[in-house]
Nanobody
Framework: QVQLVESGGGLVQPGGSLRLSCAASGRASTPYRMGWFRQAPGKEREFVARIRWSDDNTYYADSVKGRFTMSKDNAKNTVYLQMNSLKPEDTAVYYC????????????WGQGTQVTVSS
């Protein structure tokens, strides 16, 4: 059973930066892709970014493009989300997720880490 543990959330002022980490354990094989999602209070969960494991190809939501960067460290089984130029509307619980295959949805989810952007 794959377990995903996020860390790195916190309180930051507008314009500031944070780096989120998501460490994976219990894998029997490498995933097809991993993603970051977020959910703000009273809103639906939304896609933020994803990385394809085989070639590090990344894709971002329009709302974070140019400000957020997703990366991975194979040796540490960890993915990261570098968040720059943070805005109050980025406030949410951030989740990482793993998809085992190219088809279908994400199979495993972390417990989430809170990011609050406020002065």
């Amino acid at each position: 059973q794959v377990q995903l543990v996020e860390s790195g959330g916190g309180l930051v002022q507008p314009g500031g930066s944070l780096r989120l980490s998501c460490a994976a354990s219990g894998r029997a094989s490498t995933p097809y892709r991993m993603g970051w999602f977020r959910q703000a209070p009273g809103k639906e969960r939304e896609f933020v970014a994803r990385i394809r494991w085989s070639d590090d190809n990344t894709y971002y939501a329009d709302s974070v493009k140019g400000r957020f960067t997703m990366s991975k460290d194979n040796a540490k089984n960890t993915v990261y989300l570098q968040m720059n130029s943070l805005k109050p509307e980025d406030t949410a619980v951030y989740y990482c997720a793993e998809a085992q295959y190219s088809f279908g949805t994400y199979d495993y989810w972390g417990q989430g880490t809170q990011v609050t952007v406020s002065s």
